[in-house]
């Protein structure tokens, strides 16, 4: 039959497509399997906690919550790193090898000392590397990097280690618009907890798996966000 010189087929197969592609659209895109690879230094590698308390384990468990899968989590940091240091451990990741990075790193430069410019060189290098890890910018994630003067291991130059943590995550942040990566800012959230009850591992310096679990809440919206992409 035909009306109009349209067939009932060609309306059928019209309304199908409207369908699918609506549906399509509705739907968020999930990858089968993530693989996640942190980069950092000790706030990455969680001294002091358990593995398990680490942030970026801490992670892996509520994106999965989010009904993804996570094949892998790796952890590429160390206590005392600096970005040289990570620079010189990375250097067998491949491009592409991961879908999911994240970078926080800096407080060492600042701890040791070292020129600003070593620092801003090495981070962007870092966050180009990380972005052919990922094999996209928008599959990489930065932190910002935590404020120790508020813990009792810094306690007696509060003033000073907040200003250059400051510059240092200015300029991360700065670069993370550049290049249009989502950036997490943790330092305010290690400003509010302190060294208040349950905010610090034993050693009165690194984060507890609790203030982990702060970052984490932080971190999770934007982290979903670039899954969902």
């Known amino acids: 039959m035909r009306n109009n010189g349209i067939s009932i087929t060609s309306i059928t197969a019209l309304i199908l497509f409207v369908f699918v592609s609506c549906s399509s659209q509705d739907e968020p895109h999930f990858d089968p399997l993530i693989n996640y690879l942190a980069l950092g230094d000790s706030y990455t590698i969680g001294q002091g906690v358990q593995e398990s308390q680490r942030w970026p384990n801490l992670l892996s468990v509520e994106i999965e919550k989010n009904k993804y899968e996570i094949e892998s989590t790796r952890i590429i940091a160390q206590t005392g790193w600096t970005t040289k240091d990570l620079l010189n451990a990375i ?106 009850t349950g905010a610090l591992a034993e050693d009165n310096l690194h984060p507890s798996g609790l203030q982990y679990s702060k970052w984490v809440e932080a971190a999770l919206p934007s982290v979903l966000d670039i899954l969902d992409k």
């Open 91 to 196: 250097t067998d990741v491949q491009s592409g090898q991961y879908n999911l990075v994240s970078l926080l790193i800096g407080v060492n430069n600042q701890f040791q000392g070292q020129p600003f410019d070593i620092f801003s060189t090495e981070f962007d290098s870092l966050l180009n590397k990380s972005i052919a890890f990922a094999g996209a910018k928008d599959r990489v994630f930065v932190l910002s990097i935590p404020d120790y003067g508020v813990t009792p291991f810094g306690s007696n130059n509060a003033v000073q280690i907040a200003q250059e943590i400051d510059i240092y995550n200015n300029y991360i942040k700065q670069r993370c618009i550049e290049q249009e990566i989502i950036y997490v800012d943790v330092t305010g959230i290690s400003r509010q907890l302190g060294s208040s």
